[in-house]
């Protein structure tokens, strides 16, 4: 296993404590409190210490550069869309005509985490897609 095959598996596994963190918080302290489970998210930042001697090739470079297009394409895709589901709800089926402030963290944070975590699975998904190509 290579360092961004460790860096995908470290940010996978961050991704689920945080998802699970947040479901545990909300039931008890409610939504406010529960938004700062994502900080968990914050140990992503030390993930370019994970296997930094080791050296990339030219495949690795290609499977991070897509990882990271399609990560942070579906970041923005969750994006346009929880923007869209606000709209709808809160404006036309509520026909309020304020959003409270609190609906922005669900929107970034939350978006945020598709981010790293499809670049993580696009991560592993080519390494895996590049394994069974060798052993053909």
Not at 37 to 49: D, E, P, Q
Not at 54 to 81: H, M, N, P, Q
Request: net charge neutral; aromatic share 14%; with cysteine.
């Amino acid at each position: 296993m290579n360092a961004e095959q460790k860096r995908a598996w470290f940010t996978v596994i961050s991704c689920i404590v945080c998802a699970v963190f947040f479901a545990a918080l909300v039931p008890f302290f409610g939504v406010k409190v529960g938004w700062s489970a994502f900080g968990v998210l914050g140990a992503n930042g030390f993930t370019n210490f994970i296997g930094r001697r080791e050296k990339a090739d030219e495949r690795d470079a290609s499977i991070a550069r897509r990882a990271t297009a399609l990560g942070f394409g579906a970041s923005y895709l969750f994006f346009v869309l929880a923007l869209f589901g606000v709209w709808l709800v809160v404006f036309v089926l509520q026909g309020e005509s304020h959003l409270s402030v609190d609906v922005l963290p669900m929107i970034v944070f939350p978006g945020f985490m598709v981010a790293i975590l499809i670049r993580a699975v696009a991560v592993l998904v080519g390494y895996a897609r590049h394994a069974e190509a060798d052993d053909v």
